[in-house]
């Protein structure tokens, strides 16, 4: 595939990346780079955790390097040994390099040097700028996806722009994002509580049967165990529709596996035991099951 000035843009960064991340004594293992393939965005797979402030202040420091315009050049030596000899700072991957092979040698002013054959910019302001677009931490890895040039402007605006929206319709400012998302937990914790105590109020005034048409019912089995636990002696039901829970107290003589047979019948899907039913029902049949349960 050819190399464009995109490309190189974002390849030239990512040696920057490393450098900076290797500069505040992490150790990085890149698993997997995948910057020469797509020209828009670069993707690097590091074998380890690098916390979010760690990349942030990578991320700075690139930007401060790309207004430097370090120059970028090309060097080539006959093997490894002479090319470390002559860059002690040498990055290299040693399972991709054939160490008795010619290898060629991109320095970045003094700040880099790595041996690399692909294509980069001749000076850093070429890459006009870098960003980070996303991070994840999937399986004690660290995958890391930037941006370089336009399309790091083009993102970083569209970021702004989708914030600065936010605030206009929900009247905060827009430095302030993050106070105003810890409010909103905040009062959504909150409020989440509060239908939790009012569901157990419910509970204990009808434990038979509890229609909550679309609501994600499964966020209330803490509750339902808990009233069991209190009751053993009662059976509690409760349904959106879609879905039905039911627990069984100790002392209660229901048999739910028998319902579970007949209700298997009319399209449940799900798991049945002595003591509890849950699963999908089918909503068109909602009345039946009920009807049912009240047998
Ligand atoms: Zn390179």
Known sequence: ????????????????????????????????ADTYREDDIGKVYIKEIIPFEKIT????????????????????FENLDEATKNNPKLRFNEDRL?????????????YDFSACKHLHVKQTKEIVMFTVKRISYLGGETEIEFLAGTYALMFLMQIKNQVINAAMERHFIPEKILDYIKNEN?????LEKEEKEIFYRI????PQVILLKEV?????????????????????NI?????????????????????????????????????????????????????????
């Not at 930007?63 to 050049?73: D, H, Q, S």
């Not at 899907?269 to 009240?294: F, H």
């Open 216 to 236: 994600k019912i499964s966020k209330f089995y803490g509750e339902l165990n808990y009233f069991i636990k209190n009751n053993p002696e009662k059976c509690v």
């Open 239 to 295: 349904t959106n529709g879609k879905q039905i829970i039911i627990l069984k107290g100790k002392d209660c003589t229901k048999d739910l596996q028998s319902f579970g047979e007949k209700i298997k019948g009319l399209g449940f899907a799900g798991n049945v035991t002595d003591n509890s039913i849950n699963g999908k029902i089918d909503e068109t049949k909602l009345k039946e099951v009920m009807d049912l349960w009240k047998a």
């Open 57 to 76: 202040l990578a991320e700075k420091r690139v930007n401060e390097k790309i207004l430097e315009n370090l120059a970028v050049k090309e060097e080539n």
């Open 1 to 32: 595939m050819e190399e464009s000035i995109e490309g190189a843009r974002l390849h030239t960064a990512e040696h920057m990346f490393a450098r900076a991340l290797q500069e505040q004594g992490l150790d990085i293992h890149v698993r997997k």
């Open 98 to 110: 054939d160490k008795e092979k010619e290898v060629r040698v991109i320095s970045i002013g003094d």
């Open 203 to 206: 509970l204990e005034e009808n």
């Open 186 to 190: 905040e009062r959504t914790n909150e």
